[in-house]
């Protein structure tokens, strides 16, 4: 069965302190790894696809990465608007237009 | 670029009512998903509709069906409310092929049941 599991759950970060979230999938043939935001009470914001091992996909302080079996997003000096959760997804390789989320990760960046 | 639209943003139904949730892709997709977020848990895959038919469904009840119109725009519906519906119900478009895979989503209607 298709999974993705997040960690941490939640992180906190003093603005300009740098860090990672990880993403663990298991998946029967990747199609795709899905890097998304998501701030209270809206829909998630698109940020990264990635497709392959070894892969990396950068936007402004955020860059992504994938091996095999997990996905990183790296923050790099990080400002207090980038506070949201952090949602990974995988889609399999049956074409059921299914996104299989993790529950994500809630970063909040003080000042 | 128009983003993908939802109406109406929120939504208070009473249990056993029925409700009709309206989404508009991004120009150009041809694909629509719908997905459940309860409070708690992650976002639950419910449909897929590519091209007016339904491609996929999720694991949920047959109460929770819809359509999707000639404009690519959809509706989902949910018959028989009961409490646990109450979520946020995010609908997502994307291009139909199967080449990126990417989703679009919009923002949303939150629906409570009392």
């Known amino acids: 069965e298709d999974q993705v599991t997040q960690s941490p759950e939640a992180l906190r970060l003093q603005e300009g302190e740098s860090s990672s979230l990880n993403c663990s999938y298991t998946?029967?043939?990747?199609?795709?790894l899905f890097w998304y935001r998501q701030d209270p009470g809206k829909g998630p914001e698109f940020l990264f696809t990635l497709y392959s091992a070894g892969e990396e996909k950068e936007k402004e302080r955020l860059k992504a990465t994938l091996t095999k079996k997990e996905s990183f997003l790296h923050i790099t000096a990080p400002k207090p608007e980038d506070s949201a959760t952090y949602l990974c997804a995988v889609h399999g390789s049956s074409n059921t237009g299914k996104l299989i989320f993790g529950q994500g990760t809630t970063l909040q960046v003080k000042p | 670029e128009a983003g993908v639209t939802q109406s109406p943003t929120h939504l208070i139904k009473t249990r056993g009512q029925q409700v009709t949730l309206r989404c508009s892709p991004i120009?150009?997709?041809?694909?629509v998903y719908w997905y459940q977020q309860a409070l708690g848990l992650g976002l639950q895959f419910l449909l897929w509709?590519?091209?007016?038919?339904?491609?996929n469904r999720g694991n949920f009840p047959p109460r929770f069906s819809g359509r999707q119109f000639p404009n690519y725009s959809s509706e989902l519906n949910v018959n028989a409310l009961e409490l646990e519906d109450s979520a946020l119900y995010l609908c997502?478009?994307?291009?139909?092929?199967?080449?990126?895979?990417?989703?679009?989503f919009g923002p949303g209607t939150r629906l409570t049941v009392t």
């Open positions: 509709y590519d091209e007016g038919e339904e491609r």
């Open positions: 997502a478009s994307s291009s139909g092929l199967a080449v990126t895979y990417e989703q679009y």
């Open positions: 998946v029967s043939g990747l199609r795709g």
């Open positions: 120009s150009g997709h041809t694909s």
